[in-house]
């Protein structure tokens, strides 16, 4: 499924939903940052998706990044929240919903690289080589913010 | 409308849907809580509600805050996320959610305490006061998170 996201633009269709999903902001103990190119718009990206009934925020972490990059990790933080109602997203079967992201902060425990369905690659990134990628603005300021200071508020 | 809530009970109907809401730690610069007696449980705890479409986390937790109390707050932080699956709240109208919520922490910038249609009471209450009142233990959860050490992730 593809989809187009607009910002602050008044031919954005109406969101009709808000859909708490979470991405996940992953170093390994070398600095490197887990990424990969995304199967629904081309770019780099963090692995992440929706939040499922059954599960908690933590676990809906630690499942995707495990379905789209074959890596298992531990969440240890949250990055931030992204809720700018500017931001609409227009998914190909025609749900319009409204940004809701949670980004938490995470590390590998385990697994083996392999890119899913999903994305077309997947791979561990240094720092340096970030400026270089085609990395959509949202996620650019995610990894901004993950690249601050760790906090540590309750994940539950 | 009123509520029930559900903890890892076999009993608990399934949940439906996971609707994301807030909450607010108001705390005033003499270290009083800004807490209210709820209507849909009759029990103590902190204004919030439901994220609604047009709004991001930060003015829902301000609106919210508004309407509940009459106090205008400022947005200062995150004290947390909460998303236990065992965690079920099912509603006088039939739907039934599991539990999505952020506290956010944020202080007084104006406004006179009001109680709403969704509150008996309103008012600031000292920390010490707090033992004796009766507040569910997942507000109680909150509060303890919510005296901790303020952390700052991006907000938005």
Redesign the interface.
Known sequence: MSRTDYFDDPRAPK????V?AVTAFVVSAQGELLLERRSDNGRWGMPGGV?E?????S?AVVREVREETGIDVEVT?????????GHVIEFSDGEVR?E?S?CFRARPVGGELSASTESFEVRWVSREELESLDIAPTTRLRLG?GFLNE??????
Chains 1, 2 share one sequence.
């Open positions: 969101a009709q939903r808000i708490p939040l009934i059954g599960e908690d925020l676990g933080g949250l990055v931030g929240t992204y809720s700018d109602p409204q809701f949670l913010h906090v540590a508020p309750h994940i539950g």
